[in-house]
């Protein structure tokens, strides 16, 4: 189940009455709201499937409705290990569209996108990624508005240990569709375990943070080829 709380006007958190309730036997693994224009909208996912969930008014109150299940490939073969709606841009021109994009462990990104943002229920794929040398671990939206780019942790196992990298993921204007960018970073001792862009107020670069064995803070901008390009600390005063 997904329990949801909220802030009084004491400035103090209260659990809602009214939560998301699952079959008993699916276990929530990640969870992610929409943005607040398109109303109170969650996605939750569990091994294998993604529900869209909507807070809404009926005859029998306020309550959370289960407005769809997006198609996911090959539901029985993968994990699915993150889930993030995208900001309220994303895509061409940065429309303002409700995109969802979800990572397995088989190393597939699938960015989805809500035909109608009022039902909830058409979604259609817009890209999909594959490949085989690396399980996804999680992922992460640009939350600035002027680049539509996703960040994708990995995790690849070995004799000689556990790595993992950063790949980015971005949507190319002059193609008018979303490519496979450069890698960031790389993790030697430990797989990517999470990835957090910073919001952007005006710098000329993008931050993004590192959870796996060490915390890392990478400064970068990426060239009109879409090749990652470190910004040094001295460069990183706006």
């Known amino acids: 189940s997904v329990i949801i709380w909220s802030m009084n006007c004491q400035q103090k958190w209260i659990k809602e009455d009214v939560g998301i309730e699952l079959d008993k036997l699916k276990t ?6 929409a943005h607040p224009e ?9 091994l294998n499937e993604i529900s869209i969930w909507e807070y809404r008014s009926s005859d029998c109150g306020a309550q959370w409705f289960n407005r769809t299940t997006p198609p996911i490939s090959e539901p029985r073969h993968l994990i699915i290990k993150d889930v ?18 979800y990572c397995t462990d088989s190393g597939q990104l699938k960015i989805l996108r809500c035909k109608d943002a009022r039902p909830l229920k058409d979604w259609e794929t817009v890209k999909e990624f594959s490949q085989c040398k690396d399980a996804f671990t999680c992922l992460a939206w640009n939350v600035t508005s002027t680049c539509s780019m996703i960040a994708v942790g990995t995790a690849e196992s070995s004799a000689k240990g556990t790595r993992g990298e950063v790949k980015l993921y971005q949507f190319d204007e002059s193609k008018s569709e979303w490519v496979p960018g450069d890698i960031v970073a790389k993790t030697y001792n430990s797989q990517v375990h999470d990835v957090a862009f910073a919001p952007n107020p005006g710098r000329s670069f993008h931050t993004l943070a590192i959870a796996a064995a060490e915390l890392q803070i990478i400064d970068f901008k990426v060239t009109d080829h879409l090749k990652v390009k470190p910004v040094n600390q001295e460069q990183n005063r706006v």
Do not use: E, H, K, N
């Not at 929530?28 to 709201?33: A, D, E, F, G, P």
């Not at 993030?84 to 940065?94: A, L």
């Open 28 to 33: 929530v693994q990640r969870i992610s709201w």
């Open 38 to 46: 398109f109303g109170q909208v969650l996605a939750v996912s569990t």
């Open 84 to 101: 993030q709606f995208s900001p309220s841009y994303s895509g061409m021109g940065r429309s303002r569209a409700l995109d969802l994009a």
